[in-house]
């Protein structure tokens, strides 16, 4: 077994263990690899060990990689800042993006979307630790971004996503989690019909399955270490 394999392996040990622990069924959280900045070659080790979820940050890396791995079935997330420039590969490359945070953008990924693909999911990403130096919509924007979005053709609000401030306190990675999962339940109130929670990473997944994750987005415990020498 390789080192991508037993790694995959010991990941999904935890999210059954962590969703069993939170009275959940493990079938309830997606796995999702984040695999920017690793090479194609490492993807295919995570595809051949059982992964086929993959999210990417950098378009022209992305694209990169999407052509060296099209004999494989891959559903390609983008998770990354969009560019408007961009919108048109990230449309006509992926099936989900996390990282919506403008009307505008939303707005051009519709416009761009093929119409022969179905919908494009999205999800909002919410700056839900209220960080200077992180994307996303304030928590108080989110109901009226939410709504304008779902009126959007080609694309399917599915849910929000959020990258808190770290903390290795369990409680204390639990409550921004918490905050988005009241968000997107005051969201079904108010009549949509969202069912995505894009949250939890490497080092907190388990307080953010705790909390109703559906998506957990882990890329170190499976690949190692990142060298961000060569992004794009």
């Known amino acids: 077994m390789t080192t991508i394999a037993s790694n995959l392996q010991a990941v999904r040990d935890a999210i059954d263990a962590a969703a069993v622990k939170a009275g959940r069924f493990a079938s309830e959280v997606k796995l999702l690899a984040v695999s920017k900045t690793f090479s194609a070659d490492a993807l295919r080790e995570a595809y051949h060990a059982g992964q086929t979820c993959f999210a990417e ?7 990169n990689k ?9 559903e390609w997330h983008y998770i990354g800042p969009i560019q408007s420039n961009k919108a048109r590969a990230i449309v006509e490359n992926f099936s989900w993006v996390h990282s919506v945070d403008r009307l505008k953008i939303a707005e051009r990924l519709s416009e761009q979307r093929p119409t022969h693909l179905p919908p494009l999911q999205v999800c909002l990403q919410v700056n839900i630790s209220m960080e200077t130096s992180k994307s996303g919509v304030s928590p108080d924007e989110v109901s009226a971004l939410a709504h304008a979005i779902a009126k959007l053709p080609g694309l399917t609000l599915r849910g929000l996503m959020a990258v808190p401030a770290p903390s290795d306190d369990g409680a204390a990675q639990r409550l921004p989690f ?15 019909q969202l069912d995505t929670l894009s949250m939890g990473m490497s080092h907190d997944f388990a307080a953010a399955i705790a909390e109703g994750s559906t998506i957990v987005r882990i890329g170190t415990a499976i690949f190692g270490n990142r060298n961000y020498g060569e992004k794009k």
Not at 57 to 63: G, I, N, R
């Open 57 to 63: 940050s950098y378009v022209q890396e992305a694209l």
């Open 66 to 74: 999407i052509a060296a791995l099209q004999d494989l079935t891959i």
């Open 178 to 192: 918490m905050q988005l999962r009241k968000l997107l339940d005051q969201l079904n109130q108010q009549g949509l």
